[in-house]
Protein backbone atom coordinates (compact mmCIF):
# COMPACT_ATOMS: atom_id res chain seq x y z
CA UNK A 1 0.00 0.00 0.00
CA UNK A 2 1.17 3.33 -1.05
CA UNK A 3 1.89 5.84 2.19
CA UNK A 4 3.08 9.14 2.14
CA UNK A 5 3.41 11.03 5.16
CA UNK A 6 4.42 14.57 5.09
CA UNK A 7 6.08 16.51 8.09
CA UNK A 8 7.96 19.65 9.06
CA UNK A 9 4.69 22.25 8.93
CA UNK A 10 4.92 24.85 11.27
CA UNK A 11 4.23 28.70 11.72
CA UNK A 12 6.49 30.64 10.25
CA UNK A 13 6.73 34.73 9.81
CA UNK A 14 6.88 36.26 7.04
CA UNK A 15 10.35 36.01 5.07
CA UNK A 16 11.10 32.71 7.03
CA UNK A 17 12.00 29.71 5.61
CA UNK A 18 10.91 26.14 6.62
CA UNK A 19 11.58 22.55 5.26
CA UNK A 20 8.79 19.71 4.08
CA UNK A 21 9.67 15.94 4.24
CA UNK A 22 7.46 12.99 3.09
CA UNK A 23 8.61 9.90 3.97
CA UNK A 24 7.53 7.33 1.22
CA UNK A 25 6.66 3.52 1.55
CA UNK A 26 4.85 0.72 -0.39
CA UNK A 27 6.20 1.21 -3.53
CA UNK A 28 9.37 1.58 -5.24
CA UNK A 29 10.61 5.07 -4.33
CA UNK A 30 13.42 5.34 -6.77
CA UNK A 31 11.11 4.41 -10.12
CA UNK A 32 8.93 7.29 -9.65
CA UNK A 33 8.50 11.31 -10.10
CA UNK A 34 7.03 13.02 -7.25
CA UNK A 35 5.10 16.32 -6.70
CA UNK A 36 4.54 18.58 -3.75
CA UNK A 37 0.63 20.11 -4.51
CA UNK A 38 -0.94 22.76 -2.03
CA UNK A 39 -4.75 23.79 -0.58
CA UNK A 40 -4.73 26.87 0.86
CA UNK A 41 -7.55 27.31 3.34
CA UNK A 42 -10.98 26.74 1.69
CA UNK A 43 -9.21 27.03 -2.25
CA UNK A 44 -8.39 24.66 -4.77
CA UNK A 45 -5.34 22.62 -5.35
CA UNK A 46 -2.46 24.11 -6.91
CA UNK A 47 0.50 22.31 -8.09
CA UNK A 48 4.25 23.52 -6.40
CA UNK A 49 7.15 21.63 -7.65
CA UNK A 50 7.53 18.03 -9.07
CA UNK A 51 10.89 16.12 -9.05
CA UNK A 52 12.36 12.90 -11.34
CA UNK A 53 13.12 9.81 -10.06
CA UNK A 54 16.91 10.72 -10.17
CA UNK A 55 16.10 14.03 -9.35
CA UNK A 56 18.08 15.55 -12.39
CA UNK A 57 15.20 17.07 -13.22
CA UNK A 58 12.69 19.58 -11.49
CA UNK A 59 9.72 21.60 -12.15
CA UNK A 60 7.67 24.39 -10.42
CA UNK A 61 4.91 26.40 -11.00
CA UNK A 62 5.63 29.47 -12.78
CA UNK A 63 4.84 31.62 -9.38
CA UNK A 64 7.15 29.92 -6.67
CA UNK A 65 10.64 29.63 -8.94
CA UNK A 66 13.37 31.29 -6.93
CA UNK A 67 11.90 30.99 -3.25
CA UNK A 68 10.79 26.89 -3.50
CA UNK A 69 13.11 24.23 -4.15
CA UNK A 70 12.74 20.49 -4.37
CA UNK A 71 14.76 17.65 -3.78
CA UNK A 72 15.19 13.87 -2.87
CA UNK A 73 16.83 11.56 -0.89
CA UNK A 74 16.25 7.56 -2.81
CA UNK A 75 18.10 6.59 -0.34
CA UNK A 76 16.09 7.63 2.63
CA UNK A 77 12.92 7.06 0.38
CA UNK A 78 12.24 10.61 1.15
CA UNK A 79 10.77 13.56 -0.51
CA UNK A 80 11.60 17.35 0.31
CA UNK A 81 10.68 20.46 -0.01
CA UNK A 82 12.67 23.81 0.65
CA UNK A 83 11.04 26.61 1.07
CA UNK A 84 12.09 30.22 1.69
CA UNK A 85 11.05 34.15 1.40
CA UNK A 86 7.69 32.94 3.01
CA UNK A 87 4.71 34.84 2.20
CA UNK A 88 1.08 34.83 3.91
CA UNK A 89 -0.17 33.83 0.57
CA UNK A 90 2.06 30.33 1.23
CA UNK A 91 -0.53 29.37 3.67
CA UNK A 92 -1.81 25.89 2.96
CA UNK A 93 -1.84 22.42 3.73
CA UNK A 94 0.56 20.75 1.52
CA UNK A 95 0.70 17.73 0.21
CA UNK A 96 3.31 14.86 -1.05
CA UNK A 97 1.92 13.62 -4.34
CA UNK A 98 2.71 10.02 -6.44
CA UNK A 99 1.52 9.12 -9.88
CA UNK A 100 1.33 4.80 -10.30
CA UNK A 101 -0.77 3.66 -12.77
CA UNK A 102 -3.11 6.17 -13.65
CA UNK A 103 -3.63 6.71 -9.93
CA UNK A 104 -2.91 9.85 -7.96
CA UNK A 105 -1.70 8.93 -4.21
CA UNK A 106 -2.17 11.89 -1.96
CA UNK A 107 -0.20 12.10 1.53
CA UNK A 108 -2.60 13.86 4.56
CA UNK A 109 -0.20 16.99 4.41
CA UNK A 110 1.38 19.29 6.70
CA UNK A 111 0.23 22.66 7.20
CA UNK A 112 2.42 25.75 7.04
CA UNK A 113 0.98 28.92 8.35
CA UNK A 114 3.06 32.28 7.58
CA UNK A 115 2.03 34.73 9.61
CA UNK A 116 3.29 37.32 12.14
CA UNK B 1 2.19 28.99 -17.48
CA UNK B 2 -1.34 27.42 -18.70
CA UNK B 3 -4.68 28.47 -17.21
CA UNK B 4 -7.06 25.39 -16.68
CA UNK B 5 -10.37 26.59 -16.38
CA UNK B 6 -13.81 24.44 -14.45
CA UNK B 7 -17.11 26.07 -13.87
CA UNK B 8 -17.11 27.04 -10.57
CA UNK B 9 -20.29 25.84 -9.32
CA UNK B 10 -22.98 23.23 -10.93
CA UNK B 11 -26.24 22.28 -9.77
CA UNK B 12 -27.67 18.74 -10.93
CA UNK B 13 -31.00 17.11 -9.75
CA UNK B 14 -31.34 13.76 -8.36
CA UNK B 15 -31.13 11.20 -10.64
CA UNK B 16 -30.05 14.17 -13.37
CA UNK B 17 -27.13 14.37 -15.26
CA UNK B 18 -24.15 17.32 -15.69
CA UNK B 19 -21.28 17.37 -17.06
CA UNK B 20 -18.60 19.37 -15.99
CA UNK B 21 -15.61 20.41 -18.17
CA UNK B 22 -11.80 21.61 -18.32
CA UNK B 23 -10.44 23.96 -20.24
CA UNK B 24 -6.99 25.13 -21.16
CA UNK B 25 -5.78 28.74 -22.56
CA UNK B 26 -3.27 26.77 -24.52
CA UNK B 27 -5.49 25.61 -27.07
CA UNK B 28 -7.68 21.97 -26.70
CA UNK B 29 -7.43 19.63 -24.74
CA UNK B 30 -6.16 16.82 -26.05
CA UNK B 31 -4.90 13.24 -24.78
CA UNK B 32 -1.12 14.25 -24.54
CA UNK B 33 -2.02 16.53 -21.27
CA UNK B 34 -3.80 12.92 -19.65
CA UNK B 35 -6.17 14.87 -18.18
CA UNK B 36 -7.50 13.63 -14.76
CA UNK B 37 -10.73 13.75 -12.98
CA UNK B 38 -10.49 14.19 -9.04
CA UNK B 39 -13.48 14.52 -6.51
CA UNK B 40 -12.97 15.89 -3.10
CA UNK B 41 -15.47 15.83 0.04
CA UNK B 42 -14.75 18.48 3.21
CA UNK B 43 -11.94 17.36 5.24
CA UNK B 44 -10.38 14.85 2.82
CA UNK B 45 -7.86 14.74 0.15
CA UNK B 46 -8.67 13.72 -3.41
CA UNK B 47 -9.58 11.11 -5.12
CA UNK B 48 -9.01 10.21 -8.46
CA UNK B 49 -11.72 9.16 -10.27
CA UNK B 50 -10.77 9.54 -14.26
CA UNK B 51 -7.41 9.12 -15.76
CA UNK B 52 -5.62 10.04 -19.33
CA UNK B 53 -9.08 11.62 -20.02
CA UNK B 54 -11.42 8.09 -20.21
CA UNK B 55 -10.56 5.41 -17.86
CA UNK B 56 -11.81 4.72 -15.03
CA UNK B 57 -10.54 2.72 -11.56
CA UNK B 58 -12.12 -0.33 -10.03
CA UNK B 59 -13.78 2.41 -7.46
CA UNK B 60 -15.01 4.92 -9.58
CA UNK B 61 -18.83 4.68 -9.66
CA UNK B 62 -20.06 3.24 -12.80
CA UNK B 63 -22.42 6.53 -13.49
CA UNK B 64 -19.05 8.66 -14.04
CA UNK B 65 -17.43 9.16 -17.16
CA UNK B 66 -14.81 11.18 -18.81
CA UNK B 67 -14.03 12.25 -22.25
CA UNK B 68 -12.68 14.80 -24.60
CA UNK B 69 -15.49 16.89 -25.94
CA UNK B 70 -15.17 19.76 -28.43
CA UNK B 71 -11.26 20.67 -27.48
CA UNK B 72 -11.97 20.04 -23.62
CA UNK B 73 -11.87 18.02 -21.15
CA UNK B 74 -15.10 16.07 -19.46
CA UNK B 75 -16.90 14.61 -16.80
CA UNK B 76 -20.14 13.58 -17.46
CA UNK B 77 -22.44 11.97 -14.39
CA UNK B 78 -25.61 10.23 -15.24
CA UNK B 79 -27.61 9.33 -12.35
CA UNK B 80 -26.65 11.77 -9.91
CA UNK B 81 -26.71 10.72 -6.23
CA UNK B 82 -26.61 12.90 -2.83
CA UNK B 83 -23.08 11.33 -2.13
CA UNK B 84 -21.95 12.71 -5.39
CA UNK B 85 -22.14 16.57 -3.66
CA UNK B 86 -18.48 17.45 -3.91
CA UNK B 87 -15.33 19.58 -5.60
CA UNK B 88 -14.07 18.04 -8.94
CA UNK B 89 -10.86 19.24 -9.60
CA UNK B 90 -9.13 18.72 -13.34
CA UNK B 91 -5.24 17.95 -13.59
CA UNK B 92 -3.61 18.34 -17.22
CA UNK B 93 0.09 18.24 -17.78
CA UNK B 94 2.03 20.28 -19.37
CA UNK B 95 5.69 18.72 -20.80
CA UNK B 96 5.58 16.86 -17.37
CA UNK B 97 4.64 20.12 -15.41
CA UNK B 98 0.65 20.16 -13.50
CA UNK B 99 -1.59 22.24 -13.74
CA UNK B 100 -5.26 21.98 -11.73
CA UNK B 101 -8.02 23.48 -12.78
CA UNK B 102 -9.88 25.57 -10.24
CA UNK B 103 -12.35 23.60 -8.85
CA UNK B 104 -16.09 22.87 -9.70
CA UNK B 105 -18.19 22.43 -6.98
CA UNK B 106 -21.32 20.28 -7.69
CA UNK B 107 -24.52 20.80 -5.70
CA UNK B 108 -26.90 17.93 -5.76
CA UNK B 109 -30.31 19.49 -5.33
Known amino acids: EVQLVESGGDLVQPGGSLRLSCSAS????????LHWVRQAPGKGLEYVSG????????YYADSLKGRFTISRDNSKNTLYLQMSSLRPEDTAVYHC?????????WGQGTLVTVSS | QAVVTQEPSLTVSPGGTVTLTCGSS?????????PYWFQQKPGQVPRTLIY???NKHSWTPVRFSGSLLGGKAALTLSGAQPEDEAEYYC?????????FGGGTKLTVL
Open chain 1, 97 to 105: VNQVAGTVY
Open chain 1, 26 to 33: GFTFSSYA
Open chain 1, 51 to 58: ITRNGGTT
Open chain 2, 26 to 34: TGAVTSGHY
Open chain 2, 52 to 54: DAS
Open chain 2, 91 to 99: LLSYSDVWV
